[in-house]
C-alpha cells in the first residue's frame, strides 16, 4: 500500500499501465505501506473504555472513500474502521491475519490453483442499503475494480490470475469475471491461471475485497471514475456520516474533514473490533506536521498524524516530556537509493559496491530522525517479515562485506574501485580509488524532507569518491511519474526510492521491485532495472510454494541474490510513530501502520 | 554635449545672490560627479549601506579564505556526528560559530557562501535587466509609431503573466535539463537575423526601385543602428550553432536558471521607465538642435538622450537589486532556485522552517544577512536617488 504522496504516482500510472505493477514505490514523506509485525514498539493493546469522540489532525485527505480505489495508508485508515474486508488485522499482529466478512481460513486447493472462502452470516450494510452482505457483492467489488471506472491501483497486480480478468481495464462496461464464483450467498470461490494460491490468500486482506452492493452501486459505476466514492454502502462499525434516503456521503468534505460515526446497522457479535468510540472527527488540511504534532500532544481527545511520523524535532520532544503519548510500530518496508544499472557507471557491479561500501547509512537514517525511527537496513525484507528470520534478521546479507559495515567502510570502497578498473581499464579511476570522470551523474530526489536531507547526505558521501552529480531535485510526484519510474528519462541515481508491503508475503517485497520480468517502459518500479535470469526463474519457483517456513526460506534467498548484485543501497526499515493527547489510549494497527480507531478509546 | 544631467545637478532652484553667486560659481566649476559625491558623503545612513555592501562584496569574494581563517568547515562539509541521535542540528559552539544544519554542516560557511549566490543574481540578474530594458525601452521611447507599439505590447505581455507564477513555472520546467538546447537557439537565431537583416534592406532596394526614398538607404547615417541588429544576432545564431555543443543548454538548471527567471520577468518594468523619460527627452531642445545640425539616430540616442539618463538608471538598479535578491531567495525557498548543495539563503530558511524552534541560529544567521543585505541595497538607492536628483530629496 502506499503512502502520501506516493499515490499521486500510482493515480497517474495506474490508468495507463492496465492495472499492472501498480503496487509502487515508497514516498518519503511518510514511510510506507502495511505495518511491520508481531514485534512493535506498542505496548499490548488494552480494553479502552466505551464512548467519547476523537479528533484526527490530518494534513491531507484519502485518496479515495471507495474502497475498490483506495491505495493509501490514509485511505486505509478510514476504510478498515467502515468497511469490512474478507480478511484483516489486529493492531497488535499483523502478520497473521484474522476472518473478518470471512468464517475461517481461505481453503486452498492441493493445486494451488483454487481459493475457497466462507462467509460470515447476519453481517448488514449501513442505510439507505440495509441488507445483508452475499457473496456476490464481493464477486462484483473486484469485477468493477477491473473496469477503467474503477481503477485499482492493484488489482491487476495481485489478482490478476484469477481466470476470467483481462489484461487491461475494461472501459464502458464492468464485465464478470468467470474465474470468481460464489455457488450460493455466503461461499465465493477464486480459480486461478497459475499455481499462485499461497499469494493471493494472502492479498485477500486488501480492501478490494469489501463487499459493494451491485443494485445500489451500478448506476454510480457508469461514470468514469465511479461516482460510488460518494455513496459508499459501509460495512464497518463506523460509517461516514451519509444521508439516509440516498446515500450520499455528507459527513466528508474533501480536504476539510471527514464525520465518522457508529454504523446502525453493526452486529458486535460478528466482529472483533470493539469500536469504543461513538464519533470520530478526521480535521484535514494540518499542512504544518509540527504545529498539529504538537497540538494533539498538548491537546485532549487529538491524535496525529497521517504521513507516517511528525517531524523528527517534535519527536525528540514528544520521547522527553510525553513518552507514553507516542508510538511507534514497523513500516513493514525499506528505504533504499536505487542505482540504475543500465546506466554508466552502474553497469559495472563493483562500482556499485564501491558506493554502498562507502555510503554511511548512519548518516542517511539521521536525516529521518535516527535509530529511533527505525533499524538501518541490509536487505529488502524489513524485520518481522515473513523471510525475515529465514535470512539471517538484522544481519541479512552482512557476510557481503560492502554491507556491513552501517557508517561506511573506505578502505574497501577503494577496493571496489580499483577493482572496477581492473576490470575496465577505460574506467577514470586513479590508483587512489577515485571517480576522475568530468561527465556529471543524473540524481533526482524529492524537494520535500526528509527525502531531500538524505539525498543530500547520498550527494555528499558520493562526491567523496569523486562522483560529480547533476543533482536535481522535482516534486515528489513527479520524481516517480516523470523520472524514477520512467526508464527512457535515463536517471543514473534515485535516492529516495522506497518499498512497502501490501500485505504480508515476501514476493510483495521483492518480485515487482527486482524481477526482470517486471521492467516497464512507464511507471516501472524495478528502479535499478535488475534482470538477472537466475534471480527471475527463483522468483517464479518460490511464487508457487506453500506459505511457510519453505517458502520464507526461498524469498529470504532471493534476497540475497539480489543484494549480491548490489543494485540499490538500502538504509533503513523505518517506523511510523503516531501521537496522541494525554486522555487518548493510542493503538496503531500494525498492517496500515495508522491510528487504528476502531481500538483507540479515551481514558 | 548634452545639458541635461548638468542642468539637473545645477539647478537647485531659488535666487543667486551676490555671495551666493560666488558659490555657485565654486559649483558650477565642479564636475557632475563631484557634486553627486559631495551630496552622497553627507547621507552618513546611505555611506554606512555602502560600505556594508563593500564588505559583503568582499566576503563573497574571499569567501573560502574567510572560512579557512575562522577555521570553520567547508560549506558543504557534512559532519553527522555533529549530529545528535535524532540528527538535530548542533546550537553554536564546538567548532562551529554558528552552529549546523540538519545536516552537520556550517551555518557560518554556507551563510558566507551564501552571499556569493545572492550577489552573483543581484548582479548578473539585474545587468542583464538593465541592458536589455534601457536597450528596448530607449528604441521604444524614440522611434514611437509601431516600434513602440509591438515593444510596449509586448512589455504588457510579460507584466500580464503573475511574475512568480512565471518563474515558478520557467524554474521548475528548466531545472532539470535546462532549456533552450543550443542548436535550436541558433537556428532561430540565424532565420531572425537573416529576417531583421534582409528586410530593411529589401524594402530599401524595391523603394529605390520605384523611385521613391521611402527607406532610408542602408549606407546612411544609421547604418550602424540599420546593420547592427541583425549582424549581431546572425553571430550570435552562428556562435550557437557552431561553436556551442548542440546538445547544450543556454539556460542551465541552478543558478543560469534563475538569473534567467529573473531578467525575464524584471526587464520591461526597466524599459518602461527607460521608454518613458526618453519620450519626454526625445522632445528637448538639445534633441531638437541635435537633430537640427543632422546628427543621426544613434548619435542622438547614444550621446545625447543616454547621458540623460544615467541618473534614473542608475537609481533604479540599486533599487533592483535588494528586489532580485528577494527573489532569488523566494526561488530557493520554493525550491526552483539554485540547486542543493550551493548554499543560499534563501534556501536555508526553508530547510530552517521546520525546526526554526528548536534550532534558532539556522534560521537566524541567513535571515538576518538577507535583511541587512536589502537594507543596505535599498538605503543606498534612497541615498543615489538624493545625490543624483535633490530635487526628490527626502
Redesign the interface.
Known amino acids: 500500500m502506499r503512502r502520501s504522496v506516493r499515490w499521486t504516482l500510482c493515480a497517474s500510472v495506474v490508468t495507463a499501465l492496465a492495472m499492472f505493477l501498480a503496487a509502487c514505490g515508497g514516498n518519503d514523506n511518510g514511510g510506507g505501506g502495511g505495518g511491520g509485525g508481531t514485534v512493535t514498539t506498542q505496548t499490548k493493546v488494552q480494553e479502552g473504555k466505551k464512548g467519547g469522540s476523537l479528533t484526527f489532525l490530518a494534513a491531507g485527505d484519502v485518496d479515495w472513500m471507495d474502497p475498490g480505489q483506495t491505495y493509501y495508508t490514509f485511505g486505509y485508515q478510514v476504510a478498515y474502521a467502515v468497511n469490512r474486508t474478507l480478511y484483516s488485522f489486529k493492531p497488535d499482529d499483523s502478520i497473521k491475519p484474522v476472518p473478518d466478512l470471512a468464517e475461517g481460513e481461505p481453503e486452498i486447493s492441493a493445486d494451488n490453483k483454487t481459493v475457497t472462502v466462507h462467509l460470515k452470516k447476519g453481517i448488514k450494510y449501513a442505510p439507505p442499503v440495509n441488507r445483508e452482505v452475499k457473496a456476490a457483492d464481493i464477486k462484483y467489488a473486484f469485477e468493477r475494480s477491473f473496469s477503467k471506472e474503477v481503477p485499482s491501483g492493484y488489482a491487476g497486480t495481485y489478482f490478476g490470475t484469477i481466470v476470467g480478468t483481462p489484461d487491461k481495464p475494461n472501459s464502458g462496461d464492468i464485465k464478470p469475471i468467470s474465474g470468481i464464483e460464489t455457488p450460493d450467498d455466503s461461499t465465493i470461490v477464486f480459480k486461478l491461471k497459475d499455481a499462485t494460491a499461497p499469494l493471493i490468500s494472502q492479498a485477500l486482506v486488501m480492501p478490494i475485497t469489501t463487499p459493494v452492493p451491485q443494485e445500489y452501486a451500478e448506476k454510480y459505476d457508469k461514470s468514469t471514475p465511479s461516482k460510488y466514492n460518494q455513496y459508499v454502502a459501509f460495512t464497518g462499525p463506523y460509517m461516514v456520516k451519509n444521508d439516509p434516503t440516498t446515500g450520499k456521503l455528507t459527513g466528508w468534505q474533501p480536504g476539510k474533514q471527514i464525520q465518522m460515526v457508529r454504523n446502525p446497522n453493526w452486529d458486535a457479535k460478528t466482529d472483533y473490533r470493539p469500536a469504543y468510540l461513538d464519533s470520530v472527527t478526521i480535521e484535514e488540511g494540518n499542512d504544518d506536521l509540527?504545529t498539529a504534532a504538537r497540538r494533539a500532544l498538548n491537546g485532549s481527545g487529538l491524535a496525529c498524524c497521517d504521513s507516517g511520523a511528525p517531524?523528527?524535532?517534535v519527536?525528540?520532544?514528544a520521547l522527553q516530556r510525553n513518552k507514553d503519548q507516542v508510538v511507534f510500530v514497523p513500516s513493514g518496508g525499506t528505504r533504499y537509493i536505487a542505482f540504475n544499472m543500465t546506466v554508466k557507471p552502474f553497469d559495472n557491479i563493483n562500482i556499485r559496491k564501491a558506493i554502498i561500501a562507502f555510503s554511511?547509512r548512519?548518516?542517511l537514517?539521521?536525516?529521518?530522525?535516527?535509530?529511533?525511527l527505525g533499524d538501518i537496513a541490509t536487505g529488502w525484507i524489513p524485520p518481522d517479515f515473513p523471510g525475515f528470520k529465514e535470512g539471517g534478521g538484522l544481519k541479512q546479507n552482512t557476510d557481503l562485506d560492502y554491507l556491513k559495515n552501517p557508517n561506511g567502510d573506505p578502505a574497501l570502497a577503494k577496493k571496489y574501485m580499483l577493482a572496477a578498473k581492473k576490470d575496465d581499464p577505460s574506467l577514470p579511476i586513479d590508483a587512489n580509488g577515485k571517480w576522475t570522470g568530468g561527465e556529471k551523474i543524473l540524481t533526482?530526489a524529492t524537494?520535500a524532507?526528509p527525502g531531500?536531507?538524505t539525498?543530500?547526505?547520498f550527494?555528499?558521501?558520493i562526491e567523496q569518491l569523486g562522483f560529480k552529480l547533476?543533482?536535481?531535485?522535482?516534486p515528489q510526484d513527479s520524481l516517480y511519474t516523470k523520472?524514477c519510474s520512467e526508464p527512457e528519462a535515463k536517471v543514473a541515481i534515485c535516492p529516495n526510492v522506497g518499498w512497502f508491503k501490501d500485505f504480508v508475503d515476501p514476493q510483495s517485497m521483492l518480485d515487482a521491485t527486482f524481477n526482470g520480468k517486471n521492467i516497464l517502459q512507464h511507471g516501472n518500479v524495478n528502479w535499478p532495472q535488475l534482470n538477472v535470469p537466475a534471480i527471475n526463474d527463483a522468483m517464479k519457483q518460490a511464487s508457487t510454494l506453500a506459505v511457510g517456513t519453505e517458502r520464507n526460506t526461498a524469498w529470504a534467498k532471493i534476497n540475497h541474490m539480489i543484494a549480491e548484485q548490489a543494485p540499490a543501497i538500502p538504509w533503513i526499515w523505518d517506523k511510523s510513530a503516531t501521537v496522541a493527547s494525554k486522555n487518548v489510549q493510542l493503538v496503531v494497527n500494525g498492517y496500515d501502520t495508522a491510528m487504528d480507531l476502531n481500538f483507540s478509546s479515551l481514558k | 554635449m548634452s545639458t541635461g544631467a548638468a542642468e539637473l545637478l545645477q539647478d537647485t532652484g531659488g535666487t543667486i545672490t551676490d555671495e551666493a553667486a560666488g558659490t555657485a560659481q565654486e559649483i558650477a566649476a565642479r564636475s557632475p560627479l563631484a557634486l553627486f559625491w559631495r551630496r552622497l558623503r553627507q547621507d552618513k545612513v546611505a555611506l554606512v549601506a555602502l560600505g556594508f555592501i563593500v564588505l559583503l562584496i568582499f566576503i563573497a569574494i574571499f569567501a573560502g579564505l574567510l572560512v579557512k581563517l575562522f577555521g570553520a568547515h567547508p560549506p558543504?562539509?557534512?559532519n553527522?556526528s555533529a549530529?545528535?541521535?535524532?540528527?538535530?542540528a548542533a546550537a553554536p559552539g564546538h567548532g562551529y560559530l554558528l552552529g549546523t544544519d540538519?545536516?552537520?554542516r556550517d551555518v557560518f560557511s554556507r551563510t558566507l557562501y551564501g552571499a556569493r549566490v545572492s550577489l552573483e543574481v543581484a548582479f548578473l540578474a539585474t545587468g542583464l535587466i538593465v541592458v536589455i530594458g534601457v536597450v528596448l525601452g530607449m528604441i521604444a521611447g524614440y522611434y514611437r509609431g509601431a516600434v513602440d507599439t509591438m515593444l510596449s505590447r509586448s512589455m504588457d505581455v510579460v507584466l500580464a503573466f503573475p511574475v512568480l507564477l512565471l518563474a515558478l513555472g520557467l524554474g521548475?520546467a528548466c531545472?532539470?535539463k535546462g532549456c533552450l538546447t543550443a542548436d535550436a537557439v541558433g537556428r532561430d537565431l540565424l532565420v531572425a537575423g537573416l529576417v531583421v537583416l534582409l528586410v530593411p534592406m529589401a524594402l530599401t532596394a524595391i523603394s529605390q526601385a520605384r523611385g521613391r526614398a521611402g527607406f532610408k538607404a542602408i549606407a546612411g547615417p544609421d547604418w550602424v543602428l540599420r546593420v547592427a541588429p541583425g549582424a549581431l544576432i546572425l553571430v550570435l545564431g552562428l556562435f550557437f550553432s557552431l561553436v556551442v555543443s548542440s546538445n547544450a543548454t543556454l539556460i542551465q538548471?541552478g543558478l543560469p536558471v534563475v538569473i534567467f527567471v529573473i531578467t525575464i520577468a524584471g526587464w520591461p518594468y526597466m524599459a518602461r521607465i527607460i521608454r518613458g523619460q526618453v519620450l519626454s527627452l526625445r522632445e528637448k531642445e538639445f534633441v531638437e538642435a541635435a537633430r537640427s545640425l543632422g546628427a543621426s539616430d544613434t548619435r542622438i540616442i547614444f550621446r545625447h538622450i543616454l547621458p540623460n539618463l544615467v541618473a534614473p538608471i542608475i537609481v533604479y538598479t540599486t533599487l533592483l537589486i535588494p528586489t532580485n535578491i528577494l527573489f532569488e531567495a523566494a526561488l530557493s525557498f520554493l525550491?526552483v532556485g539554485v540547486?542543493?548543495?550551493t548554499a543560499s539563503w534563501g534556501a536555508m530558511i526553508a530547510?530552517a522552517i521546520?525546526?526554526f524552534?528548536?534550532?534558532w541560529w539556522y534560521m537566524t544567521a541567513p535571515g538576518v544577512a538577507l535583511l541587512l543585505t536589502v537594507l543596505a541595497f535599498n538605503l543606498v538607492g534612497d541615498g543615489l536617488q538624493d545625490a543624483l536628483n535633490p530635487r526628490t530629496g527626502r
Do not use: C, M, W, Y
Request: hydrophobic fraction near 35%.
Open positions: 509540527t517531524p523528527a524535532p519527536l525528540k520532544q554511511d548512519n548518516a537514517r539521521l536525516t529521518r530522525g535516527g535509530a529511533v533526482v524537494n524532507d531531500k536531507k539525498a543530500e547526505v550527494q555528499g558521501q547533476n543533482f536535481r531535485v522535482v523520472f | 558543504n562539509a557534512q553527522s549530529l545528535d541521535e535524532f540528527g538535530s540538519a545536516l552537520g521548475a531545472s532539470l538548471p525550491g540547486q542543493p548543495p530547510d521546520e525546526i524552534d528548536t534550532a
